[in-house]
């Protein structure tokens, strides 16, 4: 009965272990995937951001880090200040605002800046501009550990909803813009500081898991053998 039960734990790990590596190896193709569309976004040249005709379709799979163009102006609304960590340092994310063209409101990632700069930024005057960027899906919620707080008017992710709610704005899109380099201005905020980076490590983990499964096939092939060589003598 003991034997019984070792066998069947041994084959239930062993067919475990195989089957997260093939599943890792499924997440490596997604992934790859996910790099090469992203990469042809990137490389395109812009198109109109999408209008609210398409909104119900949007999301993260078929919209995300497409470079779009919108024209229009500036509302002169508050910039919700977005803390943010980048290449510069620590600062915030400038995020206001934009009454397009076509009749909607979308929320424009302006670029960095420190927390000296921003405290300093001039408002955008309502001249009418075109500007393009990257489009990004609605980050809800808050950060790590760390919750929007709309009342006080603090802000850890670029929650387009919570944002829009807390300006009193309508038709707004449900995505945000990260506005290129040069899409408005030289000064500060600084645009074009999206980092565009996936972390793919399935094939490590793959080989990991599949390492496992030998191992415990391996050590139940000696264990066999060794418990029939003790039982001969």
Known sequence: MKRVFLG?????GIALFVSLGVWQLQR????????????????????????????????AANG?????????????????????????????????????????????NRGFATKLEADRLPGMLANRVTLTGLLRISEPGGAFLRSNDPAVDR??????????????????????????????SKAPPIGGLTVVRFRNHHLIYALTWFGLAA???????YLIRFRRGTDRE
């Open 8 to 12: 069947v734990f041994v084959v239930a």
């Open 28 to 59: 490596l193709a997604w992934k790859l995937d996910l790099i090469e569309t992203v990469e042809t976004r990137l490389a395109a040249e812009p198109v109109d951001a999408p209008g609210p005709s398409l909104w119900p379709e949007l999301s």
């Open 64 to 108: 995300a880090y497409r470079r779009v163009r919108i024209s229009g102006h500036f509302t002169g609304a508050r910039p919700a200040l977005v803390q943010a960590v980048t290449q510069l340092g620590p600062g915030f994310w400038v995020v206001e605002p934009f009454q397009t063209d076509r009749g909607f409101v979308v929320l424009v």
């Open 155 to 184: 802000w850890y992710s670029r929650d387009v909803t919570a944002i829009a709610k807390a300006r009193g704005l309508d038709d707004v899109a449900p995505y945000f813009i990260d506005a290129d380099a040069s899409a408005i």
């Open 215 to 221: 191992t415990l096939a391996g050590w139940t092939v």
